[in-house]
């Protein structure tokens, strides 16, 4: 079993910017794929991007390349996600989500095909 918990939501004014942490407990990473989904108020829960826990290797949901950032410290357990220039339509909540194993879920963007989740942690972007 592993662990996720967020922190870092919260209250952002526009044009600023978030990190997210989600610490992960429980069981040793290795070869996990720990990730990210948002949801926004009314629609379903979609995918942002993942990381290869042992060799670092990424990918992110073609709706986000270039503005999201997913990056992770080996050291404390944790994964990241960055994101500059918020606008109030980024207001969403978002999930940490891990895997055991990498090579089944890479390059999936299914809810499904994780097995992990945290509680979540809103970020609310005001004007």
């Known amino acids: 079993q592993v662990q996720l918990v967020e922190s870092g939501g919260g209250l952002v004014q526009a044009g600023g910017s978030l990190r997210l942490s989600c610490a992960a407990s429980?069981?040793?990473?290795?070869?996990?794929?720990m990730g990210w989904f948002r949801q926004a108020p009314g629609k379903e829960r979609e995918f942002v991007a993942a990381?290869?826990?042992?060799?670092?290797?990424?990918y992110y949901a073609d709706s986000v390349k270039g503005r999201f950032t997913i990056s992770r410290d080996n050291a404390k357990n944790t994964v990241y996600l960055q994101r500059n220039s918020l606008k109030p339509e980024n207001t969403t909540v978002y999930y940490c989500?891990?895997?055991?194993?990498?090579?089944?879920?890479?390059?999936?963007?299914?809810?499904?095909?994780?097995?992990?989740w945290g509680q979540g942690t809103q970020v609310t972007v005001s004007s």
């Open positions: 990381i290869n826990w042992s060799d670092g290797s990424t």
């Open positions: 989500t891990a895997h055991p194993k990498w090579g089944l879920v890479v390059h999936s963007t299914q809810q499904k095909a994780y097995k992990y």
């Open positions: 429980g069981r040793t990473l290795s070869r996990h794929a």
